[in-house]
């Protein structure tokens, strides 16, 4: 994410993509992205765990939607968990190396394995039809902020720039269960992309 070595100039890079790798291959997973499913059939995301439980000889992982999650986790109070087999459990881990990965051109670009969920790569906001609640990436010459949601569509503001509001995840999910607004950020829209 940086521009040449001779220059002070800074260029947005894409970050990297998420890759999900088997939850049995990780340590903790404690408030770890998870996605659960079954090789064949689908995948369902935006999801949370626990660290994994055994009964009977056999590993499960205590799995909760992600607005259950940050419910009992900012309201400090207890919400089930369904224990899912933790052969069915993928922890989303986003790669390090900013831009390793495009989007699809077309359809057949887009075609995937049953096997393992897909690999989801970063579009540029500026791309997509739709931002209000999708989780996305905010770069900067400093860092990659993941666990961010868009509260707006792009806007311009006073000085002209076309931005869109950010919030950190856990205000959004505040926002939803208990009524109180997000803080929001204004960020460029070419700062952003969705996950």
């Known amino acids: 994410m940086t521009g040449p070595a001779d220059s002070d100039l800074w260029f947005p890079t894409a970050p990297g993509p998420v890759r999900a790798v088997p939850a049995a291959q990780r340590g903790s997973l404690r408030g770890r992205r998870v996605v659960t499913g079954t090789p064949g059939r689908g995948w369902r995301c935006d999801l949370r765990a626990d660290d994994p439980v055994e009964q009977d000889g056999r590993a499960f992982v205590p799995v909760l939607a992600e607005h259950d999650w940050y419910r009992a986790e900012l309201d400090d109070t207890d919400v089930f968990a369904p224990l899912v087999p933790v052969e069915r459990v993928w922890v989303e881990q986003p790669d390090a190396a900013p831009g390793s ?82 803080d929001c950020t204004e960020v460029p829209v070419y700062l952003v992309w969705a996950e």
Request: glycine share 4%.
């Open 101 to 182: 990965a495009e989007p699809p051109a077309n359809l057949l670009a887009r075609l995937v394995t049953l096997d393992a969920p897909p690999l989801r790569i970063p579009v540029p906001a500026r791309d997509m039809p739709a931002l209000t609640g999708r989780r996305v990436v905010v770069v900067s010459p400093e860092t990659v902020r993941r666990d961010v949601r868009a509260a707006s569509e792009p806007y311009e503001n006073d000085d002209g720039t076309i931005c869109l509001s950010v919030c950190a995840e856990p205000d959004w999910y505040r926002w939803a269960f208990a009524g109180r607004p997000a």
